[in-house]
């Protein structure tokens, strides 16, 4: 991929209906492999409730501070934007909600949001709960892995939602909307609530691009679990978000993870086809405890589990 060119688009239609599907079924395998970042169209989730959760979300981040800090939380809830690597400052406020497995829901978080938003919330979260299952099984079925043998890690896996506000910012080049680097999740889905821009991706070639975003279409994002899984056939993809000086931004980022009981590591089947083994095995809990030990920063939660072969 070259620094002028588009992150390739994937139809999520034609990539679930039988027939169609095997061209599409190259392209999202294609995208995964070259870029780690795609947009998914037709994917199920109406623009009605996209632009009644804007609304919503817009209102709720006007609520007074001490009205907001009710949903704030030890890492869950709401909070501002962090100091990363190097000093510099994330832009930005968020609210970070944990929303499967079920019974780990907190309940000061999702049942006592506003009612409509909590309502478009939740049929988000069950929309790109089914595309995200969608995905997945294509994916599987493009790497050519044994059938279910990352379904059956994901099934009722760790998922959460973040909604980030980026108010305008009038020294755009102290603050970075978000620190670069690649997410620690199997796969992420990215909506850009209010259509305002930011997202780069960066490139093979290590140059960085705009994402721009086709109207109503998702982003997805391969994460460090799922270039693992894929024995580094998937490269994750590192990222970054820019600030705007004139105008606010708002973003949702859907994560999907395998369930806590889970191992993380290299599908036999792929090691078996093409070796050697790149990645070490780690249960899902010890790897997010040693990813929320790190300071987020470029590809280092990926590095620390590589085989040096």
Known sequence: PSSSAEIPTVDYTLLASPGSGETELQKLHSACKNWGIFQVVNHGMSPEVMEKLRGEIEEFYELPLEEKMKYGGDGEGYGGGRVRANGI???????????????????????????SLRDNLETYIQTLK??????????????????????????????????????????????????????????????QVNGVGGLQAKTRDGSWVPVNILPNALVVLVGDILEVFSNGLYESAEHRVTVNPDKERISMAFFVNPKLEAE??????????????????????????????????????????????
């Open 89 to 115: 400052r994330d832009w930005g406020d968020r609210l970070y909600i944990t929303t499967n497995p079920v019974h780990l829901r907190r309940p000061n978080l999702l049942p006592q949001l506003p009612s």
């Open 130 to 191: 089914t595309l995200a299952s969608g995905l997945l099984g294509s994916m599987e079925e493009a790497l050519e892995m044994e059938a279910n043998e990352m379904a059956a890690k994901m099934d009722d896996g760790l998922q959460s939602v973040a909604i980030i506000y980026y108010p305008p910012c009038p020294q755009p080049e102290l603050v970075l909307g978000f620190t670069p680097h690649s997410d620690a999740t199997c796969i992420t889905i990215l909506s």
């Open 264 to 309: 993380i590591g290299p599908a036999a089947s792929l090691v078996m086809k093409n070796p050697p083994c790149r990645f070490k095995t780690i249960s899902t809990e010890q790897y997010f405890n040693n990813f929320f030990g790190r300071v987020l920063d470029r590809k280092t939660n990926l590095e620390a589990l590589k085989i040096d072969n």
